[in-house]
């Protein structure tokens, strides 16, 4: 599905190349679930965003399914993420000013969804998450796991193919924490969803079926999941 | 604490500079608009106040009443003065002064000619430098009760002789022989007077037919009175109706009156007009300062807006000194302070834009306006005054809501938006704003509409490359009129000549009562026009019977126009073809009725109109030419006339220009509605700007989360367009009744008018739209297209 060659990323400063990625080379077939780790700076979320399309690399090629996303305009990039790419912030990123429900509607609005087909979809949404109730609450009105749950439903109401989520449970406590991760899980298994997570978290990692450390812009160790939980 | 309150502020301002420039740039525009208006009106009205019984003065205007409206004029009739100061005793003083104009030649000492002018004088009685304390620099007013003396102003004397102590004693040759002796100087009348007097010769030097004569009045004959201390001029209409009766005997057809006008009212009233000829209606004053208003409301609710959007930004300084220990109102007075120092930066800027504005303002009005502090320390009180309300109207809402943030919540930055006076209220202040705009703009639309409407109207005569040249009648000149009528005819070029009193369409009206085919006067009055036979053939008049004036130099045939009939009821203009009109005394019968033109300006009807030959009163002589030709018969014109009339003084003008001059007021008032529009649009669209960076910077990350939803870089434009547009045209709801209500008012002087249509309010809606969208598009499109990544990475 993702194809990565000889990616590099540099962020020109005061005529000094500072490099976030080096030759960074991977790819992620259909149905993965990988976990990006790595320390603080080492360009584990440049990478998420990288695939996700929200930043170009400097150099090297990137294909997805088959495309090469490079040469691609804006135009057609931003077409191609609304079909197949839904994102996960660990800040969440709903909108204040709507409610739950309008916050999951919004971007089938962007895919140009008719309202009855927009209506049927969240509300099926907000039953598998348990969030009838909640449908007509405003961001600030929920609490952290809720929020997530919310930002999930968001992600997957355009049904992609791909969830890339920069660190998800960053600002959860643990046991919020395990009941997302065990959702990623679930998603990737009973309907094969690729996902791209970074995290800090050793035991999230392992919700996993494949590990990517990266340190200083390289791609040190690239490991499946042994003992998948 | 003002001083560090004042540093605090300086970095403020400085720290968020565009913010400043958006608010100093709208305020300064606003105040220098403002400062202008207040420079005209401070001018206009200082006319005439500074007399040393001004509230004593009076005018003795005339009124005549007759079934279809009251006529009023300035002037009285000439033995009024004389009678008024015989039986009326609440009168202290009584001063004829008449109007007019002479030729005036100054001979050096060898006899020689210095130099001829003609130029208006007039003809006083010393009474009246008694009723307005004048500055005599040479003499005093009792020199006016000589016959043949004159009285020069200071710049007048200077011209003519030299200086002030040459000119006593000099003579002044009046119309061709009659000489003056100067027996005084005046110091120079102030701009601002509506008494232009530069020239005063003693009343005991006039003279005039219709010296006795209570039933001929000319608005050039005024008479000014002053009161006895303690007179209330309401007590003195017993005296004055006591005065008609025994003056008139009540047969004209309208029934005279005389009122008393006070001297505050010279200036002001058009119904009169006085002899300075400079009228400013009251009205345009109020309607100057109403705009005044609006430029400053709009200025202020800029700096409302854009300083509650920016008070989240202040909430977490709020928190920290309150938690420091102070109090609300020193916070109150700091926000003020802020407030002051952006007004008195607007107000520097403003100065200088005032200044720079000046030559076009005195060019628009023909005035002499000068910004000087010093000689009107009046202005500084006004800019003083100006600071001070746009500080406190602009300053001290926002400060009243950014004061009273909680410091708890403040300082952990969780202010919201609703907290901070919120959007409500600035969409409110934005719609107020928009349809102040959008009402100016409806307004400048019809104004220029209904100019080029009057412009373009048929006036039903020629108007084109006709020179209107004035021609003096007297006894000496009048036999010469036939050999310079010839003369003028032969110019290359110049393919019609006719002598007349006024061209077709005139501001000199001379008005009387007639009778048609019967003894008894007709219950309205006619308007008489002299002119010989050519008349027709000059100005291009049609007839629609009969035929045009023979050739005679006294009345005995009239022709009329079709409105007469009308009015007479005559169905068939064939029908009225010999039938005799009795009108100032003389029997003559119809012998033709010409289409209707416009006798008038197009704010009044056609009057009926009578046409007849008088040479006795011909003043001018219309010249019409080949439009080509003009350049090259002009100067023969003159030439021409100067040999036929050597001894007197030529002038001319033309036709087109003349028709102009009467929309003079409507072509001011036109231009003020084009700037004050644009500087109301310009300072409603900075502070739209302001708002839509504001509220864009406010909205860059729900813009960053939408984009990463997916949603296009049109699609987020149009996101943060959608609430203006809806401003927009909510303001436009507001606007278009008051806007309609404006401008049918003001077209409803006019008699002939646009069809007030839907398209200049939907042309407004369509400007202030467009504008809209262009100004917050700039800004949303930088919005829309910012990356993604750099506002959610933050966070």
Same mark, same amino acid.
């Given at each position: 599905m993702i194809e990565l060659n000889n990616i590099e990323k540099y962020h020109p400063a005061k005529g000094i190349k500072?490099?976030?990625?080096?030759h960074v080379s991977a790819s992620i077939a259909s149905g993965e679930f990988v976990s990006v780790m790595g320390p603080s700076g080492a360009g584990k979320s440049t990478l998420l965003n990288i695939l996700g399309m929200l930043e170009e690399p400097t150099y090297g090629t990137y294909h997805f399914m088959g495309e090469d996303? @490079?040469?691609?305009?804006e135009r057609k990039r931003i077409e191609l993420y609304r079909n197949h790419i839904g994102f996960v912030f660990q800040a969440y990123?709903?909108?204040?000013?709507?409610t739950v429900q309008e916050n999951i509607e919004a971007p089938l609005i962007y895919k140009k969804i008719v309202a009855s087909e927009r209506k049927s979809r969240v509300a099926d949404l907000l039953d598998r998450f348990n969030m009838v109730a909640k449908?007509?609450?405003?961001?600030?009105?929920?609490?952290g796991g809720q929020q997530q749950l919310v930002g999930i439903a968001r992600a997957l109401v355009a049904e992609p193919s791909l969830i890339l989520a920069d660190e998800? @449970?960053?600002?959860?406590q643990s046991a919020q924490a395990a009941e997302i991760m065990s959702l990623f899980r679930k998603l990737n298994r009973e309907e094969g969803i690729t996902i791209v997570q970074v995290t800090h978290s050793e035991k999230n990692a392992q919700y996993g079926n494949r590990i990517l450390t990266i340190e200083d812009g390289v791609v040190r160790t690239d490991t499946p999941v042994a003992g998948q939980l | 604490m003002f001083k560090l309150n004042l540093k605090i502020a300086l970095r403020n301002l400085w720290r968020n500079k565009g913010y400043t420039a958006i608010n100093i740039l709208g305020l300064s525009v606003g105040m220098a608009c403002c400062l202008l208006i207040f420079l005209f009106i401070r001018y206009q009205t200082s006319?005439?106040?500074?007399?040393?019984?001004a509230s004593r003065i009076f005018r003795v205007v005339s009124t005549w009443e007759y079934p279809e409206g009251i006529f009023r004029s300035k002037g009285t009739p000439r033995p009024l003065p004389p009678a008024m100061r015989e039986d009326i005793?609440?009168?202290?003083k009584v001063a004829a002064v008449q109007h007019s104009s002479a030729i005036l030649k100054v001979n050096l000492p060898d006899g020689s000619e210095k130099l001829k002018v003609n130029r208006a004088i007039f003809f006083a009685e010393p009474e009246l430098f008694e009723i307005f304390n004048f500055n005599w620099?040479?003499?005093?007013?009792?020199?006016?009760?000589?016959?043949?003396t004159v009285v020069l102003t200071d710049t007048v004397a200077r011209t003519f002789f030299g200086s002030a102590e040459q000119a006593i004693g000099q003579s002044v040759i009046m119309n061709q022989g009659q000489p003056l002796r100067v027996a005084g100087v005046l110091a120079n009348m102030q701009p601002?007077?509506?008494?232009?007097?530069?020239i005063v010769v003693s009343y005991k030097t006039y003279r005039d037919?219709?010296?006795?004569?209570?039933g001929s009045v000319t608005s050039a004959s005024e008479c000014y009175v002053l009161l006895k201390p303690?007179?209330?001029?309401?007590?003195?209409q017993a005296p004055i109706s006591r005065f008609l009766k025994k003056y008139?005997?009540?047969?004209?057809?309208g029934k005279e009156g005389h009122l008393l006008q006070p001297l505050a009212d010279l200036h002001y009233n058009a119904d009169y007009g006085n002899l300075a000829g400079q009228i400013m209606p009251r009205n345009e004053l109020y309607g100057l300062a109403v705009i005044g208003i609006f430029l400053i409301l709009t200025a202020c609710i800029n700096f409302v807006n854009m300083a509650t959007a920016q008070a989240v930004g202040r909430s977490k300084e709020v928190g920290i000194r309150k938690v420091m220990g102070s109090r609300r109102k020193e916070l109150i007075v700091q926000f003020l302070t802020e407030t002051l120092a952006i007004s008195v930066l607007s107000l520097l800027l403003a100065c200088v834009l005032a200044e720079m504005a000046l030559p076009g303002l005195n060019s628009l009005f023909r005035e002499n306006l000068s910004f000087s502090l010093f000689s009107h320390p009046v202005i500084f009180v006004f800019m003083v005054g100006l600071v001070l309300l746009v500080s406190f109207l602009a300053g001290f809402y926002p400060a009243l809501v950014i004061s009273g943030f909680s410091p708890a919540l403040a300082i952990k930055n969780k202010i919201s938006q609703a907290a901070s006076g919120g959007m409500g209220l600035r969409r409110v202040l934005v719609v107020v704003q928009f349809a102040i705009t959008i009402v100016l703009i409806i307004g400048t639309i019809v104004i220029l509409e209904q100019m080029r409407y009057v412009r373009n109207q048929?006036?039903?005569f020629d108007t084109q490359a006709v020179a209107l040249v004035s021609v003096p009648n007297d006894s000496l000149s009048r036999p010469r009129f036939a050999n310079l009528r010839d003369r003028i005819t032969k110019?290359?070029?110049?393919t019609e000549v006719s002598l007349c009193?006024?061209?077709?369409?005139?501001?000199n009206n001379n008005q009387s009562s007639f009778s048609y085919n019967s003894t008894r006067d007709e219950t309205f009055q006619i308007n008489v026009k002299f002119a010989d036979e050519h008349y027709q053939r000059a100005f291009g008049l049609k007839l629609a019977a009969g035929r045009f004036l023979a050739r005679?130099?006294?009345?005995a045939e009239y022709v009329v126009n079709e409105t007469l009939l009308k009015k007479l009821n005559?169905?068939?203009?064939?029908?009225?073809?010999g039938k005799y009109i009795v009108c100032q005394g003389v029997k003559a019968p119809i012998v033709g009725v010409v289409r209707?033109?416009?006798?008038?300006?197009?704010?009044e009807t056609i009057s009926p109109l009578l046409l007849c030959s008088r040479a006795a009163s011909y003043e001018l002589l219309a010249v019409k030419m080949e439009g080509k030709a003009i350049m090259q018969a002009m100067p023969q014109v003159e030439k021409t006339w100067n040999e036929v009339l050597p001894e007197y003084v030529y002038s001319s003008s033309f036709m087109d220009e003349q028709i102009a001059n009467y929309y003079e007021s409507e072509r001011v008032t036109g231009t003020l509605f084009k700037v004050f529009a644009g500087v109301i649009m310009f300072i409603s669209f900075i502070g739209l700007f302001g708002l839509i960076s504001y509220v864009a910077t406010q909205r860059t990350r729900e813009l960053a989360i939408r984009k990463v939803l997916g949603a296009s870089t049109a699609e987020l434009v149009q996101l943060l367009n959608r609430s203006f547009i809806v401003m927009v045209c909510c303001a436009n709801l507001v606007a278009w009744p008051l806007a309609y209500l404006f401008v049918t008012r003001w077209l409803?002087?006019?008699?002939?008018?646009?069809?007030?249509?839907?398209w200049p309010f939907a042309l407004a809606m369509l400007v202030s739209i467009t504008v809209t969208l262009a100004t917050v598009t700039l800004r949303s499109y930088r919005a829309a297209k910012t990356n993604a990544i750099d506002a959610l990475k933050y966070e």
């Open positions: 500072h490099y976030v990625l080096r996303i @490079t040469s691609m305009n990123h709903l909108i204040d000013e709507m449908k007509d609450l405003f961001p600030s009105q929920l609490s998800p @449970t960053g600002n959860l | 006319f005439d106040n500074n007399f040393a019984n005793k609440e009168f202290e620099l040479k003499g005093n007013p009792s020199v006016l009760n000589t016959p043949n601002n007077s509506s008494f232009p007097l530069n037919p219709n010296m006795q004569s209570w303690g007179v209330h001029p309401a007590s003195l008139y005997d009540g047969t004209a057809p048929p006036l039903g110019i290359p070029g110049v009193d006024a061209p077709p369409s005139s501001m005679r130099d006294i009345t005559v169905r068939e203009p064939a029908d009225a073809l209707d033109f416009n006798n008038m300006t197009l704010r409803s002087q006019f008699n002939y008018r646009i069809e007030l249509t839907v």
